[in-house]
């Protein structure tokens, strides 16, 4: 039994009743309909979380999950280069990277990530906006040849469960050297 305070006088018992605690809804509950348009499923938690991150932008600490999607998705990493510039990096960043981890391709590729996770050269101002998902498959589109790698993170950042894919061969090298020009210019 409780009490409850009232204004300064004596306390009033109240009887509250036995409250316990409900079991989660069946997993076979999600395949129900809904009655309520606005109610979430057990699925769409996922989801929710998956939207919800991408809109709250990446940083540095999401670098393991960043590089595994982009393994993930068979990206080629010795294209590290093309992707900073289409990320918003600067050339000379870029320079500064290659001739610091020496060309190795997978040390570049690590290092170019970084640097677009903690926001160098004010990769949130250019056409990408902040670090996101959405925006990594945006600069992969705009890359030419990584469409296939840009649905594949686009859909993951929309919280679809991607389709199985076929092993590829990254084709990675260990020089990060590229024939790779920069005009300049960044195209949104």
């Given amino acids: 039994m409780r009490t409850s305070i009232s204004n300064g006088t004596a306390a009033t018992p109240v009887q509250v009743p036995a409250v316990t605690p409900s079991a989660p809804p069946h997993p076979s509950a999600a395949a129900l309909p809904r009655t309520n348009p606005n ?25 393991g999950d960043v590089i595994q999607k982009l393994e993930d ?10 992707l900073g510039i289409s990320l918003g990096l600067h050339k000379n960043t870029l320079d500064v990277i290659s001739a610091n981890e020496r060309g190795d391709v997978d040390r570049c590729f690590t290092e170019c990530l970084v640097k677009w996770l903690s926001r160098a050269d004010d990769v949130d101002s250019k056409c990408n906006g ?14 030419g040849n990584n469409k296939n790698q840009a649905d594949y993170i686009r ?23 590229s024939d790779y020009k920069y005009n300049g210019n960044i195209t949104c």
């Fill in 73 to 82: 998705a068979h990206f080629r990493k010795a294209d590290w280069d093309k």
């Fill in 130 to 143: 902040k670090p996101s998902y959405s925006s990594l498959a945006d600069a992969l589109d705009r890359m």
């Fill in 155 to 177: 859909g993951l950042s929309e919280g679809k469960k991607p389709a199985k894919r076929q092993k590829l061969d990254p084709g990675s090298t260990k020089k990060c050297g």
């Fill in 39 to 63: 109610e979430l499923g057990i699925g769409d938690l996922d989801i929710v979380l998956s939207v919800l991150a991408n809109e709250l932008g990446l940083n540095i600490r999401d670098l």
